[in-house]
C-alpha cells in the first residue's frame, strides 16, 4: 500500500511538473512526502560507486541500499514518468482548444497550494512578513519576463534540465514555466511527445546535476531556516498567479466558466490534503 501510494504521488507530481505555474515540490508538500525526497536526494554523493570500480560487488551493493532510499524513488519517479509522457499530449491539447479554463484550473491549484504551503510558516513575524514579500516580488518581476530566445542545441538544453529541475522541486515555482522562460517548453514538449532519445538523455542528465546539487542547499534550508523558507515560498506562489491570471483574462469569453473552473482547482488540492491527511493518520 505504501509503494502504491508513492507511485500515486508521482503520478500527481508528473502531472503538474508538465504545467506553467504549477510546481511538482507543491503536490510532494501537499502529500506529505516533500521533506523525506529532499533528504533522500541529498544523501546521494555516490561514494558506493568506488566499490563497483574496485570490484567490491557485495560492498558496493550494500552503501547503495544504504545510501539511495529506493523504497521512495523507484514508484516517485515510476509515477512521474509515466505521467510526463501521458500528460503532455493532453495538456497540449487542453492549453490549443480550452486555455482559459486551462489557466483558471491551475490559477485555482496554485492559490490553495499557497495556502497549504502557509501553514507551515510559524507565525507572520517581521523575518516571515520580509521574506514573504520577497518572495512575492521576485515572481511578479520573474513572470514578467519575456521569454529567452535561446536555441534548441543540446548545450541549451542540458542547462535547461539544470535550471528546471531546481524549480520543480520548489513548491512555488513551476520547472515548465522555467522551459516556457528558456523557450524550450513547446519543443520539450515535442521532444517528449516524439521520443526524441539524445534529447530526451541530455535533458534529463542535466536535471540530475541540477537536482543532485540544489538539494543539499535546500535540505539545508529546510532543516534550519524552514519558516523564513516556506515565507519565501508562499511569496512566490501568490506572485505566480499573475501568469495564469493574465492568460485566462487574455484568452477567455465567458467569466462564469473560468470562475467555476478555478474553484474546481482550488478543491481539488483541498481534496488531496484532507486525502492524505487522513492516510498519514491511520
Request: glycine letters at 8%; aromatic letters at 12%.
Amino acid at each position: 500500500m505504501e509503494t502504491f501510494l508513492i507511485f500515486l504521488r508521482g503520478l500527481l507530481m508528473g502531472t503538474v511538473d508538465v504545467i506553467p505555474g504549477v510546481s511538482g515540490g507543491t503536490i510532494a508538500l501537499i502529500t506529505g512526502i516533500y521533506e523525506r525526497l529532499v533528504h533522500a536526494i541529498s544523501r546521494i554523493d555516490f561514494k558506493f560507486l568506488l566499490y563497483l570500480v574496485e570490484g567490491k560487488f557485495g560492498k558496493f551493493k550494500e552503501n547503495a541500499i544504504k545510501e539511495i532510499d529506493f523504497g521512495l524513488f523507484i514508484p516517485l519517479f515510476l509515477g512521474i514518468g509515466i505521467a510526463i509522457l501521458t500528460m503532455c499530449r493532453v495538456i497540449s491539447y487542453l492549453l490549443a482548444n480550452y486555455p482559459a479554463m486551462t489557466y483558471a484550473f491551475f490559477f485555482g491549484l496554485i492559490l490553495a497550494s499557497a495556502l497549504f504551503v502557509y501553514k507551515h510558516v510559524d507565525g507572520l513575524n517581521v523575518k516571515n512578513i520580509a521574506f514573504l514579500l520577497l518572495g512575492f516580488v521576485s515572481a511578479i518581476i520573474f513572470v514578467g519576463l519575456n521569454p529567452i530566445q535561446a536555441t534548441h542545441t543540446l548545450p541549451v538544453i542540458f542547462l535547461s534540465g539544470v535550471v528546471a529541475i531546481c524549480a520543480m522541486i520548489l513548491p512555488g515555482i513551476s520547472g515548465a514555466f522555467i522551459l516556457l522562460l528558456l523557450n524550450q517548453y513547446e519543443y520539450m514538449i515535442n521532444v517528449l511527445n516524439n521520443m526524441q532519445w539524445v534529447e530526451i538523455i541530455v535533458f534529463c542528465s542535466g536535471a540530475l546535476i541540477g537536482i543532485l546539487s540544489f538539494s543539499r542547499a535546500l535540505d539545508y534550508l529546510l532543516i534550519h531556516h524552514k519558516s523564513i523558507t516556506m515565507s519565501f515560498l508562499v511569496g512566490l506562489m501568490i506572485g505566480t498567479l499573475r501568469l495564469p491570471y493574465e492568460n485566462a483574462v487574455a484568452t477567455m469569453d465567458s467569466v462564469i466558466p473560468v470562475v467555476v473552473v478555478a474553484i474546481i482547482g482550488f478543491i481539488v488540492v483541498l481534496v488531496l490534503e484532507k486525502g492524505f491527511e487522513g492516510l498519514h493518520k491511520t
